[in-house]
């Protein structure tokens, strides 16, 4: 009988930590999904009205600082929560025994509440650069969702778990290591090695209102987006060696190759 009652509350107690367990996950994943969801629609609606539209009240000059600060605060923690030493970092968001479980869950939050800082508080100066008319800004607008639908693609195809961070709630859910794709190497990633940066790349430039707070923007995330994903790709190239480095001969880094057309020989028939 004894044994009976030790093995019940055996049982209690792992059926209580599991329960524990799966309600963490589910706090995670709906803290982590709200910061994405409204990132990306803030980011959007302040990005197609060059920045406009942004929520912030800090006046000239002292606006400047607060600008920059915004600006380099999402690539530093980008690029340090990458690392190694980041990504130890990431610990602190989360319970000790599940912070590598939800590593990916609480990076995407971070990454997400820090672009929520930069295009909802952003301080707008007010300085128009271009503001297209009717027909030029409907083709704006179409580069413009062209832009955006090339970002979600790739963001897809590099394994859309990690990227929209559910793959950590919900390997805790189910109670799961972690599985993560492989490298990616189909898709857009087989006409570039980096078409995520160069999506994000061609949304900023293709808003059909052009303001000095957006050309600033576009300028300096155009040279972060790059010039940082070198960093990106000496990890790939120690992680996964050979493979990487086939891939790299085979596929140009941030611009597609215009492959030559090639006008048939006499030999050559048309059918």
Known sequence: MNQIAVLVRKMCKMFSERRTEQLLAITYGILCHS???????????????????????????????FNLILLLQ?????????????HRFLRWFAPKKYWQTLSTTTYTSIASFQLLLLFYFWSPSGVIIYHYQWPWNIIHLIFFSISWLFLSLSSYQA???????????TSLFRGISPLYPGMPQTGLFSLVRQPIYLSFCLILWTSPLMTLDLLVVAIVYSAYCYFAPRLKEGRFKKYYGKEFSTYQKKVPYFFPQIRKFKLPTSKQKYY
């Open 74 to 86: 999402f690539p530093a923690g980008h690029s340090f929560f990458l690392s190694e030493q980041g």
């Open 35 to 65: 910061l994405f969801l409204m990132a990306g629609m803030i980011m959007f609606w302040t990005l197609l009205n060059g920045f406009v539209v942004a929520q912030g009240t800090v006046s000239y000059p002292l606006a400047i600082i």
């Open 159 to 169: 394994g859309y778990k990690i990227q929209t961070g559910s793959l950590g709630w």
